[in-house]
């Protein structure tokens, strides 16, 4: 509190906060002199993006529904390639076709012990001049469901995650035969009918319960921002964490004449029907259900008993069918060509489909590249010219599946792997912290470019924002505090990258270090993937006034900036090191964690313990036993992590002594920046992890069962969440063989430097 009067006493003073360019530090990866330049063209282009033009652009993209297939999908494509056309950048669209369903039957009824019949239906609210286009919206569905017409016994599994199926295992209750009904939340929704399938389930209900999103947490759109009782919440449940893109061409380029599965052989469709419903059709579901009470957490906010469900009295009649129509998406794609190093690419995304209007989602991330992509349009005909290759994007097609960035990524996959440097991602965008994730590589290079942005409310930069969350652990904040309290000027630790959004090729397929960013933290609200995500409700109850909008434009635009005009590239491995450091030690600690955890319950199972502290009126069974994991080898991850530690500060200190001089000549540092492009796809494994051969980093993953969650070492760590011991070695092999392969690349990197040494 104390701290806020200050800053706004300084603010009040007229003194800027965010010292003045003399004074800053040499930028990483520039010389002095280069440093300087680049700091006044970073200057020029942070006065450009305009609030202003963002409100007119996303009143423009957000006037009708436009997702893929709509008339209006291409028409926001056409508008946003004659934007880039007009703001000097060489642009074109690019054409894929694919597998995207719309429905054609959907029914939900309550069939017994009373009938009643879901509305299915988000309906028109005065206030809100577009959610009244009720012709052009895509009916609440959930894309790639599997086609069905099921009846049968509802059974609530609260999130249903393997762990929600396990407690309901302890209570004697199976979902063979029946119908599941999830809340929305706890993993992404696609594992809901995923897990609902592997445990015998015929369909899958998911509802979006008012504890969540609803009016536990503020008051009801349009009143506030949060999800009305018939708002539904679309969304695809294909099986992104096996492979995303086109559910008909896995690992190629969904062109014209590419060889295609059929929908029967797609292995990423669900393999039961599922339906997103409101809490208000869920109600009258939820209020008929018999059997146990539910779990205390598994509770939500509605006026019912929640119980469990299983052999009556509520039965439930489902029906899902799609039109399984192949649809065109349209990839804008633009460049301002590299003046030294044009074949070192620089590239920068956002989807532009929506689910419906999409105003938040993905329009507010959208109108700040748009932003940005002006800004250097217009640094650029006043004579700045970067080094190197940028390129960028508007994605159509990310809803579904992340479409049209995984068919372009893997159509170009053989030169993005010669030339891409890095790839720069946003989708969303709200008021509050800067979001930041990505490789680790790259931290250092994020939490600079986090100091030199400002945040719009506070004044101080995004970066010190960050900083002072973590030391008092506000809303979203880590909590607990830096040890010892105080600021301590120590790198902010970014967020591995799991799944979500359009960085899953370019990282996690072709091994290209990328990034995410967005602000948010501060807005509540409900209308995600609603038809209540437009522009009333935006520029109503979010970053109403645009200054994020801003400050994100400005944070990624400086970012892309520095990457395409260092002199070496500005990436660090020191943070990568200390991070799988605290990933190995993680994965060792989970190990004695699963011991102690088997061990007592299969102890306890032996003396007979569940039994009786088991109520026999409302009886829980015993878990199932398990077999404690055997003690591994974790030796050659902790040396390949010992070598990476050495090999970065090695680099650290090579860098620091080759620009200290001056500015080297063009071509001067080819080699040294075109092994540094190389260090991401050094974490690949051309096999792939277990069962998802598509996805072949080893650091980073979404989670075989949690979706948009990440698995850092996903390869080891699954294998020891899921009981698989006989697969753990083999994996902290394949690890360690990627690290050493990155710390002999490092070191080499380092080595060339020296060499450059003046
Ligand atoms: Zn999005």
New binding site residues.
Partial sequence: MHRITVAALLVAGGLSILPAAAEQPTLRGFSPESSHAERDWESKFQAMPDPAQMRAHMQLLAAHPHHVGSPYDKQNADWILAQYKSYGWDAHIEEFDVLFPTPKERLVELVAPTHFRAKLQEPTVAVDPTSGQHAEQLPTYNAYSADGDVTGPLVYVNYGVPADYDELARKGISVKGAIVISRYGGSWRGIKPKVAAEHGAVGCLIYSDPGDDGYADGSTFPDGPMRPADGVQRGSVADMPTYPGDPLTPGVGATKDAKRLTVATAQTLTKIPVLPISYGDAQPLLAAMGGPVVPTDWRGALPVTYRLGGSGPARVHLVVKSNWDIKPIYDVIARLNGSTEPDEWIVRGN?HDGWVNGAE??IAGQVAELEEARALGTMYSQGWRPKRTIIYAAWDG??PGLLGSTEWAETHAAELQQHAVAYLNS??NERGYLGLSGSHSLEKLLNDVAKDVQDPETKVSAWTRLEDRMLVGGRGGAGGGAAGGGRSGADIPISALGSG?DYTPFLQHLGIASINMGFGGEDRGGIYHSIYDDFYWYTHFSDTSFVYGRALAQAAGTTVMRLADADVLPFSFTNLAATTRQYLTQLEQLRDTRDREITSIDRNIDAGVYSVVSDPRDPTLAPARETPPPHFDFSPLEDAVDSLDGAASRYERSLNSALANGAPAAGALDQVNQQIVQSERALLSDEGLKNRPWYKHLLYAPGYYTGYGVKTMPGVREALEQDEWSDVNGEIARVAAALNREATLVSSIATELGGRRR
């Fill in positions: 989807h989602d993905p990310e809803e989708d969303t959004s």
